[in-house]
């Protein structure tokens, strides 16, 4: 329950679906940005997790250890603003982990993406994912709804959020340079934060 190795679990399989993911989500980039994204986003857990995995390492520190890589050795927008988010919720994880603690530190994760990103809901970006995914969860922790079923919830609304996305007329990052030709594509860094939540849904309980 809550141990470290949820936490390695979970960025291990977070770093395998990057992989499998990053041709579509560099197909998503290149209709509004540069087309890098996925390439970023592999490349940046890839690195994180080449070191070999200290089965007692504390999920601070192993959230840690992602954050710094997707900060250092991702260049553009998503790398230092994706490793805020790891190394925020890091720092306010909290073990066992419960529905109100994980709360607690996604809530955070997402404060240090909009202070580093200066990013508002409807912008056309992660933050578009993540905070209907904080809403959430903070609702479930509310509800004491047990920790499983309030990340599936979560992850859930992080999906919809992303695909909410296409819709909107991108207000930060490069997708902002097209104005109204921005409307109409799904955001990639929502649809990786969507990713992330699935992904932690699968491994956190
Ligand atoms: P770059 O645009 O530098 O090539 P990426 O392609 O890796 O970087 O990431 C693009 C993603 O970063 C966008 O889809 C968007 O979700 C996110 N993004 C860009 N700028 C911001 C920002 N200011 N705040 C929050 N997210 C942002
Ligand atoms: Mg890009
Ligand atoms: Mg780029």
């Keep these: ?28 980039d290149r209709a509004i940005g540069d087309g890098d994204h996925g390439t970023n986003m592999s490349r940046g857990l890839e690195t994180a997790l080449t ?3 200290d089965e007692d390492m504390s999920p601070t520190d192993s959230l840690k250890r992602v954050g710094m890589a997707l900060v250092s050795t991702v260049g553009g927008a998503s790398g230092p ?6 190394l925020r919720v890091g720092q306010n994880w909290e073990t066992p982990s419960t529905t109100s603690g994980i ?5 955070a994760g997402l404060e ?11 912008d056309k970006t992660m ?16 509800k004491q709804l047990p920790l499983e079923m309030a ?10 959020g992303a695909q909410a996305t296409r819709g909107m007329l991108a207000r930060r990052g490069r997708a ?8 109409g594509h799904l955001d990639p860094g929502a649809i990786s934060s969507a990713l992330i939540l699935a992904s932690a849904a699968r491994h956190i309980s």
Excluded: C
Excluded at 103 to 107: E, I, W
């Design 103 to 107: 709360a607690t530190a996604v809530r």
């Design 176 to 183: 902002s340079y097209l104005g109204e030709r921005s409307i």
């Design 112 to 122: 240090g993406v909009m202070a580093r990103g200066k990013a508002v809901e409807g």
């Design 151 to 160: 990340l599936r919830l979560g992850a859930q609304a992080a999906h919809d």
């Design 51 to 53: 070191i070999p995995i």
């Design 81 to 86: 603003l994706f490793g805020t988010f790891f």
């Design 1 to 28: 329950m809550g141990t470290g190795n949820a936490v390695q679990e979970w960025l291990r399989d977070a770093a395998e679906v990057f992989a499998e993911h990053a041709g579509e989500l560099n197909e998503l």
């Design 127 to 142: 933050v578009d994912a993540l905070a209907p995914a904080v809403a959430s969860l903070d609702d479930s922790a509310a």
